[in-house]
């Protein structure tokens, strides 16, 4: 049941006596005249929620409802009005905002974090609160420790959050984080499955140059193996593409070949590959007198 279910009265509230809430976790306000637009087709479908203060009233939610109002030229706004602490408003705040999407990974964060350190509340304990696991709340919040032009890239939208949630593995090393983030910007690393590939090449001693290589070679070994489920590759052209690809220093290199010719092994066990010579799968490494590997 929505919370606003509970309070059926409407008043109309001057719009002068509205007060935002400094415990707002919004920063992002997103198109006020497109609200606007909506509010004078259809008219404004959900009161804002507030609170009485002294000698007036502060928004628990509603904060983008009431700029649209004032752009229309509104003089009243149409509001429920409930007593409420500090505490209680920060939740009903947080918990409308999650449900209806309203809030980026960011503001989230810094929401969550504000209510933690107001009332010495745990994440866990947050979590539960807002009926959330765990990880929703942790990952939200180590956010705050990207540098800022990346934490403002995961706000906007530019960057998304599970390729921040990489980053977040290695926020000890400030100059791999950025430096991969820049190789996400310019297009070198596409995915979040290629982002975490070059951070996990990052952490075994890759520079980044190398970790863009390694995490194309893994992307490579991928589309290998969807090709080789659809059929048409041999062991011989599959061993050729391996050996023709360069994935950056000698030791992360022999470390994937190793992995790819156990893949390779993998597949002809399970009969996914074709012997060059006579175009039948074998389970060893060595068929009608030729070395495959």
């Not at 994937?256 to 175009?279: A, E, H, I, W």
């Amino acid at each position: 049941m929505r919370f606003y279910s509970k309070f059926p009265i409407v008043q109309h509230i001057p719009i002068d006596q509205l007060r935002d809430s400094p415990f707002q976790p919004r920063v992002d306000y997103g198109n006020i005249e497109e609200l606007a637009e909506s509010i004078k087709s259809v008219r404004l479908r959900e009161p804002i929620l507030v609170r009485p203060i002294e000698g007036a009233y502060e928004i628990v939610h509603g904060h983008r409802r009431k700029r649209a109002l004032q752009h229309l030229g509104a003089t009243y706004a149409p509001c429920y009005v409930q007593k409420m602490g500090d505490k209680e408003a920060i939740e009903v705040a947080l918990n409308q905002n999650i449900q209806n999407k309203d809030l980026n990974p960011v503001e989230e964060g810094g929401a969550f974090k504000m209510y933690m350190e107001m009332f010495g509340v745990s994440r866990r304990a947050l979590a539960v609160r807002l009926g959330k696991n765990f990880r929703y709340v942790i990952d939200r919040v180590r956010l705050l420790d990207l540098p800022e032009e990346i934490r403002d890239k995961v706000a906007s939208g530019e960057m998304t959050f599970s390729n921040a949630v990489a980053l977040l593995t290695i926020i000890d090393r400030r100059s791999d984080v950025i430096d991969i983030e820049k190789k996400i910007d310019e297009g070198e690393l596409e995915g979040t499955i290629q982002v975490q590939d070059a951070v996990d090449a990052v952490k075994i001693g890759a520079d980044i140059e190398e970790a863009v290589k390694v995490a194309k070679y893994q992307e490579f070994k991928r589309e290998m193996a969807k090709n080789i489920v659809k059929g048409g590759r041999s062991v011989k052209e599959i061993l050729e593409e391996i050996q023709g690809c360069q994935a950056g220093s000698e030791v992360v290199w022999d470390a994937l070949k190793q992995s790819n010719l156990n893949f390779v092994k993998d597949m002809l066990s399970r009969g996914l590959l074709t012997c060059p010579k006579c175009g039948k799968s074998h389970l060893s490494w060595s068929c009608c007198g030729e070395v495959l590997a």
